[in-house]
């Protein structure tokens, strides 16, 4: 008899434990929920891919949104690879979606018959109030839609920077051109005199 209450007793830290296991669980959930600011900060990393390097000189930019963007297989593949151009792309509104026009994407090689049509216009992707800001500003006189940029998330997600802009004259990209000259020259005067102390 004295060798079998030892026993229940033995099992009762036995049970305890399990209670235990529950809570290691909360706290690594307690630990993922922690990771999220740290997820939000990952998305600050992109590896670009095109960049519109006229559109800062040719427009005046007015405001910017990121949006996803409804692509093919093939055309992912090729992104990674950086072939891409977007110079002569532009957006518009289509039946009340927001579309990508002439964004060239390269085929890719190992696709064969699989492959995309390069400058297919390519459907955008944004919650619906900033479509409907960008659309009721895009309806205004001499404001286009310009991509700035298209890259990679740190998820692997494909996006595109989509400008409102408003188109620059001749004598405003001279006045430009002007101001960044003067620029240089200032930061060329400091770089002299930090280097001469």
Same mark, same amino acid.
């Given at each position: 008899?004295?060798?079998?209450?030892?026993?229940?007793?033995?099992?009762?830290?036995?049970?305890?434990?399990?209670?235990?296991?529950p809570?290691?669980g909360?706290?690594?959930s307690?630990?993922?929920?922690s990771s999220?600011?740290?997820?939000?900060?990952?998305?600050?990393?992109?590896?670009?891919?095109?960049?519109?390097?006229?559109?800062?000189h040719?427009?005046?930019?007015?405001?910017?949104?990121?949006?996803?963007?409804?692509?093919?297989?093939?055309?992912v593949?090729?992104?990674?690879?950086?072939?891409?151009?977007?110079?002569?792309?532009?957006?518009r509104?289509?039946?009340?979606?927001?579309?990508?026009?002439?964004?060239?994407?390269?085929?890719? !090689?190992?696709?064969?018959?699989?492959?995309?049509?390069?400058?297919r216009? @390519? $459907? =955008?992707?944004?919650h #619906?109030?900033? %479509?409907?800001?960008?659309?009721?500003?895009?309806?205004?006189?001499?404001?286009?839609?310009?991509?700035?940029?298209?890259?990679?998330?740190? !998820?692997?997600?494909?996006?595109?920077?989509?400008?409102?802009c408003?188109? @620059? $004259? =001749?004598?405003d990209? #001279?006045?430009? %051109?002007?101001?960044a000259?003067a620029?240089r020259?200032?930061?060329?005067?400091i770089?002299?005199?930090?280097?001469?102390?």
């Open positions: 008899m004295n060798k079998k209450k030892p026993q229940p007793t033995s099992a009762q830290p036995a049970a305890k434990s399990p209670k235990n296991k809570s290691s909360k706290s690594a307690g630990s993922a929920a999220k600011p740290s997820g939000s900060a990952k998305g600050a990393t992109f590896k670009s891919v095109a960049e519109n390097r006229k559109a800062k040719n427009y005046e930019i007015l405001d910017s949104v990121e949006c996803g963007m409804v692509l093919h297989g093939s055309e593949k090729s992104l990674r690879n950086g072939r891409c151009s977007i110079e002569e792309a532009y957006a509104f289509k039946d009340g979606e927001l579309w990508l026009v002439d964004c060239e994407i390269d085929e890719y !090689r190992q696709a064969t018959f699989w492959n995309h049509p390069t400058k216009m @390519r $459907k =955008l992707l944004l #619906r109030r900033e %479509l409907h800001r960008f659309g009721l500003k895009a309806k205004e006189r001499g404001l286009t839609l310009i991509p700035l940029r298209v890259y990679f998330t740190d !998820r692997s997600i494909a996006k595109c920077v989509i400008a409102l408003k188109g @620059r $004259k =001749l004598h990209k #001279r006045e430009v %051109l002007k101001k000259d620029r020259e200032i930061d060329r005067a770089k002299q005199r930090t280097k001469r102390l």
